[in-house]
Nanobody, 124 residues
């Protein structure tokens, strides 16, 4: 069992930056591929970024590539999402998620555990 708690969301102007954190419980954090997803009202949850078990590989949605950076600290059971050059269309609730398998890392159904989400609002 893994419990995930996101933090770091908030209100920021377009062009600004935010850093999201996701703290995981349990001693097996390094055995999970970690992902970030986001969701706006009336839309499906969409993939944002993912990072492999030891952090050697990262994956990004085209919409955030070059602006967002995912990283992890396995010693602290934490995954991060650094978001730069934010746009109003980045406004959403952001969720972190953990997957033991990771084969279909771009899909919601691949992930076994989810956090409660943190709101990110980007004003124009």
């Amino acid at each position: 069992q893994v419990q995930l708690v996101e933090s770091g969301g908030g209100l920021v102007q377009a062009g600004g930056s935010l850093r999201l954190s996701c703290a995981a419980s349990g001693r097996t954090f390094s055995s999970y591929l970690m992902g970030w997803f986001r969701q706006t009202p009336g839309k499906e949850r969409e993939f944002v970024a993912a990072i492999s078990w030891k952090g050697g590989s990262t994956f990004y949605a085209d919409s955030v590539k070059g602006r967002f950076t995912i990283s992890r600290d396995n010693a602290k059971n934490t995954v991060f999402l650094q978001m730069n050059s934010l746009k109003p269309e980045d406004t959403a609730v952001y969720y972190c998620a953990a997957s033991q398998d990771g084969t279909y890392l771009y899909t919601v159904g691949e992930y076994d555990y989810w956090g409660q989400g943190t709101q990110v609002t980007v004003s124009s």
